[in-house]
């Protein structure tokens, strides 16, 4: 079947480092999305891999493992406003209709 | 700018009634979605649609129909509202290819009373 697994609550405190753990088992992998949901509000993209290693975006990274069916997203230099719900997707055909197959999400609680 | 439009912030209706929760984007892009979103249940795919007049049943279709009839424009359907169809609707659209992501509209709060 199609799997994603997510923490379901994580807290951190305001200029440190965390890191969002993913897995995943499904039918097929056409690459594993990233997402930021404040509250109330819809969900926005923040990364994309697909092949294997590290992707940088600021803040923000994300690093993607095929063989073992994993992902994490690392949040630096962490700020309340990082406070959301991080949703971790993977793609899972390469044709027609692209379809997201979504974990959970991960609840991030910043302190002060 | 990517732009999701969905009809309604927040709808009230009654049960049985027929409820179109309708979403259009500008971007020209061949997919469109309609999700569900609950506490402790995460985003559920309903429907999708890759091209016009073209859908597919995602993970939880049973109570719900789609339309599209124009690229732009994606419609849910309810064919006789239930008060478990209570949730937050999430609209999204994406292009084709592989690395594009889902671009979602603000969602429609929908309440079954």
């Known amino acids: 079947g199609q799997n994603i697994d997510q923490p379901t609550e994580m807290t951190a405190t305001e200029g440190a480092i965390v890191q969002i753990n993913c897995t995943y088992q499904?039918?097929?992998?056409?690459?594993l999305f990233w997402y930021q949901q404040h509250a109330g509000e819809a969900p926005t993209f923040l990364s994309y891999?697909?092949?294997?290693g590290l992707e940088e975006k600021g803040r923000f990274s994300s690093f993607l493992s095929r063989s073992k069916g994993y992902s994490y997203l690392l949040l630096k230099e962490l700020q309340m406003k990082d406070s959301a719900s991080y949703l971790c997707?993977?793609?899972?055909?390469?044709?027609?209709?692209?379809?997201?197959?979504f974990g959970q999400g991960t609840e991030l609680s910043v302190k002060p | 700018d990517v732009k999701v439009t969905q009809s309604s912030r927040y709808l009230v209706k009654r049960t049985g009634e027929k409820v179109f929760l309708e979403c259009v984007q500008d971007m020209d892009h061949e997919n469109m979605f309609w999700y569900r979103q609950d506490p402790g249940l995460g985003l559920r795919l309903i429907y999708f649609?890759?091209?016009?007049?073209?859908?597919e049943k995602g993970d939880i279709p049973e109570g719900y129909s789609v339309s599209r009839e124009k690229k732009e424009r994606f419609s849910l359907i309810l064919e006789s509202a239930s008060t478990n169809q209570t949730s937050m609707y999430l609209c999204a659209s994406s292009l084709e290819t592989g690395n594009q992501p889902q671009h979602f509209g603000d969602g429609t709060r929908l309440s079954i009373l």
């Open positions: 997707a993977v793609r899972d055909r390469v044709n027609q209709g692209g379809k997201l197959i």
């Open positions: 891999n697909v092949l294997d």
């Open positions: 649609s890759y091209d016009v007049k073209m859908k």
């Open positions: 499904t039918s097929g992998f056409n690459g």
